[in-house]
């Protein structure tokens, strides 16, 4: 499965974005996917997770309650929605895919690009 995230820019504290992950082949519906960021000098490091059927999703402590993630497995798309963004959530945001979850990234066999986002205070 190739993927492509997209969404990303700049915006201040306090404010929205939604980023995307489009997926291409048929199977998209049976993998779980999950969104990494990675500030710059630091690991990337889960932010969320969804099962291939939406029944289930993760999410790191620090976006719990202001980020959410879903799926449209009939349109291979996944998105993150963020919401009261902080300058702390700057980073470059990346979608991964793989037969099951994991919270490592480790575990992912499959990434897009990366779409970069800015939060300015």
């Known amino acids: 499965v190739q993927l492509q995230a997209s969404g990303g820019g700049l915006v201040q504290a306090g404010g929205s974005l939604r980023l995307s992950c489009a997926a291409s082949g048929r199977t998209f519906s049976t993998y779980a996917v999950a969104w990494f960021r990675q500030a710059p000098g630091k690991e990337r490091d889960i932010v969320a997770g969804?099962?291939?059927?939406?029944?289930?999703?993760y999410y790191a402590d620090s976006v719990k309650g202001r980020f959410t993630i879903s799926r449209d497995n009939a349109k291979n798309l996944v998105y993150l929605r963020m919401n009261n963004l902080k300058p702390e959530d700057t980073a470059v945001y990346y979608c991964?895919?793989?037969?099951?979850?994991?919270?490592?990234?480790?575990?992912?066999?499959?990434w897009g690009q990366g779409t970069q986002v800015t939060v300015s205070s």
């Open positions: 969804i099962s291939r059927s939406s029944g289930s999703t």
């Open positions: 991964a895919a793989d037969e099951t979850f994991s919270r490592y990234r480790d575990g992912y066999k499959y």
